[in-house]
């Protein structure tokens, strides 16, 4: 089978549209997908700077949705026509996976990050014949199909807007799983959001369709202007300290003012060290910190930071199951409670270049390309 598909053949290249290969049909477990959209995530973005460890040529996007248009038989709980939300990849039988916490499965970078399943191997190629690197998140969905494990395929209602669904496998996922799943926000709880890009607002409107107070610290007014329309607290990160203003306290100083003393709970999307310090700072005793980012650097912790019970953790995937939470997400968006579509800018495949420089100038929250369509 030959399809179009955007190939980046070298950390410093473009992406290119290629015709590839696709050299058997699904087997078993698996569903051959159309894909309607697929968002750009920064963890795509990322392999530019993985010092090799995601290999290349590959075909990248793990944000897809769309149609299955045939199954590897009636075990896959998916029939042609079904339209699915695709979401990472996971073993399904580790004790992480077992116990209802595939984000920790034991395979976890092995399948999405770092070479997918080794029996996939040459089953991908380019039109000459060169290996393209099997499936990423087991999906490389920046492309017309996706062939995808039935288990991360998250079978949504047929009425909804397939083609901009897809960021609700990972992004969105990831800042609603940690508001649900990894904080447990209820009413009248408070957090505080650093980073107001996709993860970010994402955690905006869970908190919000919780109950609680968020607060959103950015250092650009436009996303802070976006997290205030989706009922966040806006707060400059870098404000101009002038002596006798508000703006003279410092950044956990002005949370805590905002908040009654601090916040009970904290998402870090950044990797800043010195906002992870004042996140933890801002937090009310035994309060909980949580990190998205991968750090690159060692995270340096200020004394007095840990105190009183504040802990800190790494949140991978929002602590999600994804056929829980991503029908839970769409129940919530029909409702108005959970606006992800706010946060779209749709594009052409044609254009991913575009799209992706867009994404580094911060011009965009969220960009899902098209592969059959002109955008927005």
Known sequence: MRFTAAVLRSCESRFALEEVVLNAGPGAGEVLVKIAGCG???????????AGRSPLPAVLGHEGAGTVVETGGPDTGLSTGDHVVLSFDSCGHCRSCMGAAPAYCDSFPTLNLFGGRKEHTGRFTDVDGGALAPRW????????????????????????????????????????????????????DTIAVYGAGAVGLAAVMAATAAG???????????????????????????????????????LHERVQRLT?????????????????????????????????ARLHTPLPLEPGTLD?????????????????????????????????????????????????????????????????????
């Open 212 to 250: 609680a107070v968020a607060v959103a610290v950015d250092r650009h007014p436009e996303r802070l202007a976006l997290a205030e329309r989706l009922h966040a607290i806006p707060l400059h990160a870098a404000p101009d300290e002038q002596p006798g203003s508000p703006d003279a306290y410092g």
């Open 260 to 292: 009654d003393g601090g916040t009970q709970y904290a998402l870090d999307t950044t990797g800043s060290p010195q906002l992870i310090n004042d996140a933890l700072r801002a937090l009310r005793p035994t309060g909980h910190l949580g990190l998205v």
């Open 137 to 188: 998140f087991g999906q490389s969905s920046f492309a017309e199909y996706a062939m995808v494990p039935a288990r991360n395929a998250v079978r949504v209602d047929p009425t909804l807007p397939i083609e901009i669904l897809g960021p609700l496998g990972c992004g969105f996922l990831t800042g609603a799983g940690a508001v649900f799943h990894s904080f447990g926000v209820g009413p009248g």
């Open 308 to 376: 009183r019970g504040r802990r800190i953790s790494h949140i991978c995937e929002g602590d999600a199951v994804p056929g829980l939470l991503i029908p839970r997400l769409t129940r919530l968006w029909e409702a108005g409670r959970f606006p992800f579509d706010q946060l779209i800018r749709t594009y052409p495949l044609t254009d991913i270049n575009q799209a992706e420089r867009d994404c580094d100038a911060g011009r965009v929250v969220k960009p899902v390309l098209i592969p059959a369509g002109k955008g927005r």
């Open 40 to 50: 750009m995530c920064r963890t795509d973005l990322a392999v530019r700077h993985s």
